[in-house]
């Protein structure tokens, strides 16, 4: 078989935290290929209730070491670190390293060929952040504990807090500054956390933190370092030219004012609506919510 025609091999990295039934499926989605490998993160709040649930075999990795995972803090980011430093302490250099969650599924056929045409891509959004952008301030403010916490009622007093700090930071007015700063030849990136892209990028990832102490620290007391993290790295660096801005992922968001910043729940109805998107993955799904368009992707879809 010549290098044309050979499959890539990949290193899937998920974080789970519920759903072990749901996050098998998926699983065994993936397993479709010989040359996947799957490597799983539980959060530490839910991995002895999950660790002995997860499919066994050889191919799959669990961790041993976890983290408690909190939205919009810095646990997230050292959730995909370690999984990523797990991934290169494999001894595997695989073509791809694939961050999805155990709340996602392969959605369409054929996501191994379209890795071999793109091999040296990455595919992750990533949109341009100015340096007075209200965005900028989830970076460039220091963001209190309290207000690094899912909050879905729109008029809470702690999202009210963030919309008025952005607007202030927006308007030229840091109230908490971020001790931690970026250079300023440094340019700000978002976009979801979500990502795939070459063995070697990872690698650089790990050693460019490693070189760089000062960068982890920048995003420690940030406001959803996930979505800043490794867009920012990587486009700021000589990688940023293979950027595909897509991360392969079908994601709908509500209509209304407190849904509109969240991933709804994808029921069998919309089917035909993640068709039309043409992406590879679709999230979020919940087996307590409508299984049955878990089974239909896991009976029809593999890699």
Not at 164 to 183: C, E, M, Q, T
Not at 201 to 230: C, G, M, R, T
Not at 260 to 273: A, S
Not at 275 to 297: C, G, L, M, P
Request: proline share 3%.
């Amino acid at each position: 078989m010549d290098s044309l025609s050979k499959e890539l091999s990949t290193a899937y990295i998920l974080q789970i935290h519920k759903n072990p039934n749901q996050v098998n499926n998926f699983i065994k989605q993936i397993l479709s290929t010989e040359q996947s490998d799957i490597y799983v993160h539980i959060d530490k709040k839910s991995y002895h209730l999950l660790h002995d649930k997860i499919f066994k075999n050889p191919r799959v990795t669990i961790l041993r070491e976890c983290v408690d995972v909190v939205w919009g803090d810095i646990s997230q980011i050292d959730a995909t670190l370690l999984l990523l430093r797990e991934v290169l302490s494999s001894g595997k250099k695989y073509d791809f390293v694939c961050l999805r969650s155990g709340q996602d599924l392969l959605v369409k056929n054929g996501f191994g060929e379209h890795l071999k045409n793109n091999k040296y891509k990455i595919f992750m959004s990533a949109y341009y952040i100015g340096k007075r952008d209200a965005a900028a301030s989830f970076v460039n403010v220091k963001w209190p504990k309290f207000t690094r916490q899912l909050i879905i009622n729109p008029y809470h007093p702690y999202r009210l807090v963030r919309r008025i700090v952005a607007l202030l930071y927006r308007l030229g007015l840091n109230l908490i500054p971020n001790s931690n700063k970026l250079p300023e030849n440094y340019v700000i990136y978002e976009g979801s956390q979500w990502f795939c892209l070459p063995y070697n990028v990872a690698h650089f990832i790990i050693d460019f933190l490693e070189n760089n102490k000062w960068f982890y620290k920048v995003f420690e007391e940030s406001l959803v370092p996930d979505q800043f993290f490794f867009q920012t790295i990587i486009m700021n660096s000589k990688y940023k030219y293979d950027v595909v801005n897509d991360n392969l992922m079908y994601i709908k968001f509500g209509d209304d004012l407190k849904s509109r910043n969240n991933p709804i729940t994808l029921k069998i109805e919309h089917i035909d609506t993640i068709k039309t998107s043409n992406q590879y993955f679709a999230r979020k799904f919940d087996e307590n919510v409508d299984n049955q368009v878990i089974e239909y992707y896991s009976n029809h879809v593999t890699i």
